[in-house]
């Protein structure tokens, strides 16, 4: 699944909750009223703590224990055997590569998407589309591919037949890892426009008036004003798609069906095969791991967003 | 070309003219000309168009043959694709059940949390946008290792029928319909709303449920429509809590009628589009009602 | 297992302190018998009783039974029509071990799998999951098929062969042939050895043309990653769709399967390699936390009727009972006669080989495909 791909209503809304926030709420509350206000709190936070927090600590936890129960990190050593490093290695690589490829042509878009009126048709389509092409990532999205550079597909047949370029002349890369970056790429190109066009159009037109007035050409202002005040939105926008590749599974489920190649399909080999295997609990430790490594790019995207929400304003 | 030819004259104007409201189409320094931004739009569009043109011309193809057919559409309606496709009309079914459960939950739980936080517990708020935030740092792949035994618990307290797994689902959207109920909730005047309401003598029960309500309607039906999106695309935890729903059962008919897969998917798509473009309108029509 | 029975414990506290819902648990008991006890007919009262036991659950829940497998969508029809019970069809494409795991995920639940049918390795593996069950036409199935209790039944075999488009690719003489540009991009397997039976056997058939024996798979390991090296190897699993849309131009897979698409797929063919013959028997085993215990008793016993058996005949598969069938004259000659008896030099992995290789494929698959 991809992340905070909804059209959010209204992007500036942060700003506004600050200026209406009920610091004092209608009238003072009594104390009763306080205590029967956190006690409304309570169904949804069972609720998180059973379906959120619960799961997340049985994953984490259960790679520390063994089959018969005991305390141990063999699971958690396990992960650096070269296997597993080699598989987390792969997920880097297609993560890094997708939301790179997807950061620069989204914000391509998004650089095209200057001027547009906010609220008119082609802002509305293109977001809609954004929306949905985000969402896209998935069991249906392995078919378009399947039937777009598969054996038989579309651009496969007509690349060969007419042009006499046969993609797949090494082997067929679609159904390994070198293969997911082009679905990947689908769906992260759309979730950098959901993201980064908020702070790209939130550059003042003032700016570049000033700029202008001043002599500088449009080089000089992108390189000396717009660049470095989009940089951290365009930086976190590109971590926020990494994570998203790196979490990313149904595409490859549905599309890699020999090894496990990326971490998602390790856990659930992990996972199905644990009687087989005789590794019950290493798909905790796998998914440790990825807990890991999803923290650090997450705290990383929110203090780039803290910088970058400074020019939102 | 174009753009060095007509920048001058237009960053010219913009500077001496610049009363005009900030979102109306004028080209300034920063922005492309018109025949970039085609350019760029047109390319990137026709590149993406070629996936969902490649399904669709995939669905009139005729195996091996190498010739088309519409069979595949026309088969959809004869009668014995009833039997055939009995599991994946069943999966649909147990997709739109699964919709409506998360939707119930981001209104019932959700919703109502967040307006008391918002109303009575302020202090908070932080708190509940990190909480709502956390499915994204903890991917479905991880979460779905310690539902598991949770579910084993789920299933012989509450049975083990279709729509409990839209629990797990109520937490997947949870970033989606935070964001689109918050923003409505920010932008409502809440505190001049509810200080007019109990100057009238209304308490704080009767705000909510008449005055704030009614101006959240858009955010709530924002949050359900992506709530809905969100769990008709469901792929991870249904597969790996071996559940049916929508996408896994879209895998298992592929793998006997490829065909039929892409039809639905196509369908499917269609159907995320319409929802997201009835989003998209219903933003937009919330912030021109601010704005004027 | 503890662990997660600890964390599961952890789990329940906090789901029922919210929860004030009532244990809703339907012990499925027909009469006043318990079915999912029951390992025999007679423990029923007879096969009146089963039937009924049956139908009143209304439904029975299979897995990873695929409609073009050794005629599986006749047998579900069949039972449908004769005894008027829902057959539910899960997943028929996943792994024996995914069944497992399936049953794992469901259990407790309406939808969990009532029945298997498992790869060797993987249903020896598993013993714990099944329930004994005797069939009424027990003795007739030979002495080595089965488990002495009844965990396990073997209920049908076939060969390793190979299925090629012959369209666009030629027939393959030997396993180095595959290796030739011919086959660019074209040699798939049906599902992960790891996990599934029939892409386990074709690493058997693979190290017993390579020379090796069937004690370790290495050399068939080996042969596939030459072939993933070469470029010809596609990782995707074959299925009828796969075929059916140009996917996968050749195929390992058992007879019956490539037999089937053979019959619906113009240009598909089948091949068998001259030298050994890889056969394994598929084995049947009913869950012990089937939903539907007296159907899945029902079914175990329609599987090994003649009826069913021959139905196995049909689809180009051997039924474990095919001598009784012969002996007693009830074959459908016709259908036997069509598909050939199995001949040649037959090799089958006996139960610990079958479980080392596991243990052998665990280790070095993963990395010969990488």
Redesign the interface.
């Known amino acids: 699944?991809s992340?905070?791909?909804?059209?959010?209503?209204?992007q500036d809304?942060?700003e506004?909750?600050a200026r209406?926030?009920?610091?004092v709420?209608?009238?003072k509350?009594s104390n009763r009223?306080?205590r029967l206000?956190?006690a409304?709190?309570t169904?949804?936070a069972?609720?998180?703590?059973?379906?959120?927090a619960?799961?997340?600590?049985?994953?984490?936890?259960?790679g520390f224990?063994?089959?018969?129960?005991t305390l141990t990190f063999d699971n958690v050593t396990g992960l650096f055997t070269p296997?597993i490093i080699?598989t987390f290695g792969s997920s880097f690589w297609l993560s890094g590569v997708s939301a790179v490829i997807g950061a620069v042509?989204g914000a391509?878009?998004c650089?095209?998407?200057?001027?547009?009126?906010?609220?008119?048709v082609l802002r509305?389509?293109?977001?809609?589309?954004a929306?949905?092409?985000a969402?896209?990532?998935?069991?249906?999205?392995a078919?378009?591919?399947?039937?777009?550079i598969?054996?038989?597909?579309?651009?496969t047949v007509i690349l060969r037949d007419t042009f006499g370029v046969d993609i797949?002349?090494?082997?067929?890369w679609l159904?390994?890892v070198p293969g997911l970056v082009l679905p990947y790429v689908?769906f992260q190109?759309p979730l950098m426009v959901i993201t980064f066009l908020p702070a790209l159009t939130a550059?003042r037109?003032?700016?570049?008036?000033a700029?202008?007035?001043l002599g500088?050409t449009?080089f000089a202002?992108?390189r000396h004003i717009?660049a470095p005040v989009v940089a951290p939105a365009f930086l976190g926008s590109l971590l926020l798609l990494f994570?998203n590749a790196?979490?990313?599974?149904?595409t490859a489920?549905?599309l890699?069906?020999?090894?496990?190649?990326i971490v998602?399909l390790q856990?659930?080999?992990a996972?199905?095969?644990?009687?087989?295997?005789g590794r019950?609990?290493m798909?905790?430790a796998l998914?440790l791991g990825?807990?890991v490594v999803?923290?650090v790019v997450?705290w990383a995207y929110s203090v780039l967003q803290s910088r970058t929400s400074r020019w939102q304003r | 070309m174009s753009?060095s030819r007509t920048?001058p004259v237009q960053?010219g104007e913009?500077?001496s003219t610049?009363a005009k409201p900030?979102?109306?189409?004028?080209?300034?320094?920063?922005?492309?000309s018109a025949l970039?931004?085609r350019l760029?739009?047109g390319i990137?569009g026709a590149i993406?168009l070629?996936?969902?043109?490649?399904?669709i011309?995939?669905t009139f193809r005729n195996g091996l043959a190498g010739d088309y057919t519409v069979s595949h559409w026309t088969g959809l309606f004869s009668e014995d694709s009833a039997r055939t496709y009995r599991g994946l009309y069943q999966a649909i079914g147990n997709s739109l059940v699964l919709a409506a459960v998360t939707v119930g939950?981001v209104l019932l739980?959700?919703l109502?949390?967040m307006v008391?936080?918002?109303?009575?517990?302020?202090r908070?708020?932080r708190t509940l946008e990190f909480?709502c935030i956390?499915?994204?740092?903890?991917?479905?792949?991880?979460?779905?290792?310690?539902?598991?035994?949770?579910y084993s618990v789920v299933v012989k307290v509450l049975g083990g029928s279709t729509w409990t797994l839209a629990?797990?689902y109520?937490?997947?959207v949870?970033?989606?319909?935070y964001?689109?109920i918050?923003?409505?909730?920010?932008?409502?005047?809440?505190?001049?709303l509810?200080?007019a309401a109990?100057t009238l003598g209304a308490g704080?029960m009767t705000?909510l449920w008449t005055i704030l309500l009614p101006n959240l309607r858009?955010?709530v039906l924002?949050a359900s429509f992506?709530s809905i999106?969100?769990v008709l695309?469901?792929?991870?935890i249904a597969?790996?809590l071996n559940r049916r729903n929508l996408?896994?059962a879209?895998?298992q008919v592929?793998q006997s009628d490829?065909w039929v897969?892409?039809i639905f998917?196509l369908f499917?798509?269609a159907l995320?589009?319409v929802l997201?473009?009835i989003?998209?309108?219903?933003?937009?029509a919330?912030?021109?009602r601010?704005k004027s | 297992?503890?662990?997660?029975r600890?964390?599961a414990a952890?789990?329940l506290v906090?789901?029922s302190?919210?929860t004030l819902s009532a244990c809703s648990t339907s012990e499925a008991t027909a009469g006043d018998v318990d079915a999912s006890t029951a390992t025999t007919v007679e423990d029923f009262g007879g096969m009146e009783a089963l039937i009924a036991a049956a139908q009143a659950e209304g439904e029975l829940n299979v897995i990873a039974l695929p409609d073009n497998w050794a005629n599986y969508g006749e047998i579900k029809a069949l039972f449908e029509e004769k005894y008027d019970i829902v057959v539910n069809s899960a997943d028929p494409d996943v792994?024996s071990?995914?069944e497992?795991?399936a049953a794992d995920n469901l259990k407790g639940q309406d939808a969990a799998p009532d029945v298997f049918d498992l790869g060797t390795?993987?249903a020896l593996?598993?013993l714990d999951y099944f329930a004994p069950y005797m069939v009424a036409n027990w003795d007739e199935i030979p002495e080595g098929n089965k488990e002495a209790t009844g965990l396990w039944v073997n209920d049908y075999t076939g060969s390793m062969s190979i299925g090629y488009d012959s369209n666009s690719v030629p027939e393959p003489a030997s396993l180095d042939d595959l290796l030739k540009a011919d086959y660019?991009?074209a040699v798939a397997?049906n599902?992960?050895p790891?996990?599934a039976g029939a892409a386990f056997a074709a690493l058997g058939l693979a190290t017993v043309h390579e020379g090796g024996t069937l004690d370790d798979f290495t050399p068939g390991i080996e042969f596939f990653e030459k072939l993933?090296d070469?470029?010809?190897?596609?990782?995707?699993?074959v299925t009828g769709a796969t075929i059916a849309?140009?996917?996968?131009?050749v195929a390992f897979d058992w007879s019956y399967n490539n037999l089937a698409a053979a019959a619906t797929v113009d240009g598909w063919k089948v091949t068998t390699l001259p030298g050994a013959v890889y056969t394994s028997f598929y084995n049947q085993a009913i869950s012990k936390d089937a939903p539907h215990p007296a159907a899945a008793r029902l079914w175990q016993e329609f599987l090994f009727s003649p009826e069913a058996q021959n139905l196995f005949i049909v689809g180009g598969a051997y039924p474990v009972t095919i001598q009784a069938l012969q002996d007693a004259g009830t074959v459908d000659s016709d259908a036997l006669d069509a598909l050939g008896a199995l001949e040649g030099e037959l090799v089958t992995p006996t139960p610990e080989q079958a479980e080392n290789n596991?243990t052998i494929l665990?280790e070095k698959?993963?990395?010969a495909?990488?």
Not at chain 1, 256 to 261: D, F
Not at chain 1, 271 to 277: A, K, Q
Not at chain 2, 182 to 192: C, E, F, R, Y
Not at chain 2, 279 to 284: T, V
């Open positions: 699944m992340l905070a791909t909804a059209p959010a209503p209204e809304g942060v506004h909750s209406h926030h009920p610091r709420a209608l009238v509350p009223r306080r206000a956190y409304g709190l169904p949804f069972a609720y998180v703590l059973i379906f959120l619960l799961p997340t600590i049985l994953a984490v936890v259960t224990f063994s089959d018969d129960g296997t080699a042509v391509l878009i650089y095209a998407m200057l001027g547009t009126r906010v609220g008119g509305t389509i293109i977001e809609s589309a929306s949905v092409l969402q896209f990532g998935g069991v249906m999205l078919f378009a591919f399947i039937a777009t598969g054996v038989q597909g579309l651009v797949f002349a090494d082997g067929v159904y390994q689908y190109v550059l037109p003032q700016w570049a008036e700029s202008a007035t500088g449009r202002y992108w717009a994570a790196f979490s990313s599974f149904a489920a549905a890699i069906s020999q090894g496990s190649q998602p856990i659930r080999a996972l199905v095969s644990e009687t087989v295997l019950e609990n798909a905790g998914a990825m807990i999803m923290v997450m | 753009a920048a960053r913009t500077a610049r900030a979102n109306q189409a004028v080209r300034i320094g920063a922005e492309p970039t931004r760029i739009l990137i993406f070629i996936p969902v043109i490649a399904m011309e995939f939950i739980l959700l109502p949390t008391l936080v918002h109303m009575q517990l302020p908070l708020k909480i956390i499915p994204i740092t903890v991917p479905a792949i991880v979460l779905v290792v310690g539902l598991a035994p949770v629990f797990a109520g937490i997947t949870l970033p989606y319909a964001r689109a918050q923003s409505n909730l920010d932008a409502i005047p809440v505190k001049t509810s200080e109990s704080w705000v858009r955010g924002a992506i999106a969100v695309g469901e792929f991870t597969s790996l996408q896994t879209l895998l592929s490829p897969a892409v998917a499917a798509l995320a589009f997201l473009l989003i998209g309108r219903l933003g937009s919330t912030l021109s601010r | 297992m503890f662990t997660k600890t964390l952890v789990a906090a789901a302190a919210i792994s071990a995914e497992i795991a390795a993987v593996d598993s660019r991009g397997l599902g992960d790891t996990q993933n070469a470029g010809n190897f596609i990782p995707v699993n849309a140009g996917e996968t131009k596991a665990a698959w993963a990395a495909i990488g």
